[in-house]
T-cell receptor, first 114, second 109 residues
Framework: KAGVTQTPRYLIKTRGQQVTLSCSPI?????VSWYQQTPGQGLQFLFE???????NKGNFPGRFSGRQFSNSRSEMNVSTLELGDSALYLC?????????????FGPGTRLTVT | TQLLEQSPQFLSIQEGENLTVYCNSS?????LQWYRQEPGEGPVLLVT?????EVKKLKRLTFQFGDARKDSSLHITAAQPGDTGLYLC?????????FGTGTSLTVIP
């Protein structure tokens, strides 16, 4: 099976702009989670989508949003970009199995806000 | 305040040495996971520990879940340059995964 893919891999944006990142999960996986990784805060949970519905949400402002399509592909959007939004954005997909979910991460999108 | 604290934050050792990294919390978890992340890649799941006191081995890596299910350790025997990376512990609360602060390991040939 192909792994989780994320596009683009690198992105440079200016403060105030908006950005959309894309994630294609492993075939058959219906859950997609998004994370922000920074050197200071580490890996922080943004939100999780399952069957096109947001199932869980982390503690991020409303500028961060997402959606999931019927084929389980997901996008996240950040509006009115701030310098502090510079980070590695990771998505992870998992399949519904009993017990603790196994998450499979994509390589991430490196966003730089100038 | 981080739910999961990892120590040490940075570790640089010579090839062949042994090391232990720790993941601590004041909360009790039903399970805990360990991931390794290499530069330019996303984290890769190494192991999930479920039972208090459980020990799991993955080649030269030994993972232990504390008896009280609040902490975990990862021991690497005879470290190799290929072990270099960021080691992350993570706990699932039912609603989301919380990740630890991470231990950045460098193994010098």
């Amino acid at each position: 099976k192909a792994g989780v893919t994320q596009t683009p891999r690198y992105l440079i944006k200016t403060r105030g702009q908006q950005v959309t990142l894309s994630c294609s999960p492993i075939s058959g996986h219906r859950s997609v989670s998004w994370y922000q990784q920074t050197p200071g805060q580490g890996l922080q949970f943004l939100f999780e989508y399952f069957s096109e519905t947001q199932r869980n949400k982390g503690n991020f402002p409303g500028r961060f949003s997402g959606r999931q399509f019927s084929n389980s592909r997901s996008e996240m959007n950040v509006s009115t970009l701030e310098l502090g939004d510079s980070a590695l954005y990771l998505c992870a997909s998992s399949s519904p199995i009993p017990g603790t979910p196994k998450q499979y991460f994509g390589p991430g999108t490196r966003l730089t806000v100038t | 305040t981080q739910l999961l604290e990892q120590s040490p934050q940075f570790l640089s050792i010579q090839e062949g040495e042994n090391l232990t990294v720790y993941c601590n919390s004041s909360s009790v978890f039903s399970s805990l996971q360990w991931y390794r992340q290499e530069p330019g890649e996303g984290p890769v799941l190494l192991v999930t520990v479920v039972t208090g006191g459980e020990v799991k081995k993955l080649k030269r890596l030994t993972f232990q879940f504390g008896d009280a299910r609040k902490d975990s350790s990862l021991h690497i025997t005879a470290a190799q340059p290929g072990d270099t990376g960021l080691y992350l512990c993570a706990a699932n609360t039912g609603n989301q995964f919380y990740f630890g602060t991470g231990t950045s390991l460098t193994v010098i040939p």
